[in-house]
Nanobody, 126 residues
Framework: QVQLVESGGGLVQAGGSLRLSCSAS????????MGWFRQAPGKEREFVAGINWSGSRTYFADSVKGRFTISRDNAKNTGYLQMNSLKPEDTAVYYCAADFGSDYIVSRSAPTYDLWGQGTQVTVSS
């Protein structure tokens, strides 16, 4: 059974950087798109970034464009979210998710994703 495990979260000062990783364990025979979402206290889960299987397509929420990048290493079954110039409003639990329904189209809708990690906390202090 495939599981997703996020790592790399933590506490950082505003303007700092973090890199989140999402590792898929188990047998991942199927190709999948990968998305990153976040949820702050009292707010709905929101799309942050997504990447298709080949890495040829990436999408970002307007709030993180120019500051975050997304990448993946399929040989390692691992995806990454590089977060630079962090702001206090980036504070949230960050989740990675896999969309087994399409390996080409990147979805920005949470219900599209089939498998979710447990989340990792990112806290940005001002």
């Amino acid at each position: 059974q495939v599981q997703l495990v996020e790592s790399g979260g933590g506490l950082v000062q505003a303007g700092g950087s973090l890199r989140l990783s999402c590792s898929a364990s188990g047998r991942t025979f199927r190709r999948y798109g990968m998305g990153w979402f976040r949820q702050a206290p009292g707010k709905e889960r929101e799309f942050v970034a997504g990447i298709n299987w080949s890495g040829s397509r990436t999408y970002f929420a307007d709030s993180v464009k120019g500051r975050f990048t997304i990448s993946r290493d399929n040989a390692k079954n691992t995806g990454y979210l590089q977060m630079n110039s962090l702001k206090p409003e980036d504070t949230a639990v960050y989740y990675c998710a896999a969309d087994f329904g399409s390996d080409y189209i990147v979805s920005r809708s949470a219900p599209t994703y089939d498998l979710w990690g447990q989340g990792t906390q990112v806290t940005v202090s001002s």
